[in-house]
């Protein structure tokens, strides 16, 4: 019994040098080992847990760099792809996009695309950020957005890919408000303009050109409300004169159309047909017909 005692007294004492020994002299060489260093470091994992897990915001802005609309998410491009990856969530961006143009006529939403040198085709020099701006053209006028309300901006610059061939800070979007032309240089712009299309058809189909000059006569006619649009069909001199009259006519009917699709109003709008009695070339050529048939717009 006294060798017991004598034993477990002998495991004591070893017990409080021990303990003794971890305190003043481990933490002295090692470091203080302390609820508050585990702490610590458990801080330090969980501000890195919500670091990964915050969610991007994209925004919206109008030219001037003015916030009007802020998402979750971003839009995600792929290495030697030309489609891009759109966040489920996005069905609400589409739908405030729509909004923002019904409301505000004078305003298009442009599309800013980067794309990096080694994403220009050599060949026909067309590059991944038209054909990726393209995509999400097609995909905001598939929501009922108006294509001519919407622009593209291709930007070469540089940026990398990550692990996954991904990127995600290629795509911006913006409202640019077109009533910013002076007033002096839309009237240049717009008070006299000659089209051509292709007229081997009945059918009619507006060329770029003319998409363009709408987006400028619309911004034109929102300074000068008392405007009105004269369209005015010309035909070459072959076949009859009254239906080259008519032929001038229908034709300048197709722009009409085409204008008051653009919700240029109908009353702003006279058509007319001088048919071939005002040609401004040669109609014995070829080349000189081709010029004959046109259509010549004038505000007054």
Known sequence: MNKFLQAFTAFLIWSVIALLFHFFISDAILGECSSTHFQTIEKEINTNNIQENKSEIFLITDENGKKIFEFEGNFVIKSKTDSVLIPMAFQSLKDSIQKYVEKNPS???????????????????ENFGQKRGQFLKNWLVNSGIPSDRISIESQLTEFNYDQNNQFNRAISLYFKDL???KASNAS??????????????????PTDELIDYVLELKSFLSQYPNKKVYIIGHTDSEGDATFNYNIGLQRAQFVRDFLILQQIETYKIITESKGEIEPIADNTTREGKSLNRRIEIIIK
């Open 107 to 125: 305003s298009n939403i442009f599309i800013v695309v980067n794309y990096l040198k080694s994403e220009i085709n050599n060949t026909t020099g």
């Open 179 to 181: 009533v910013g032309l």
């Open 188 to 205: 240049a712009i717009v008070a006299n303009k000659t089209l051509r299309f292709s007229f081997g058809n009945q059918s009619f189909r």
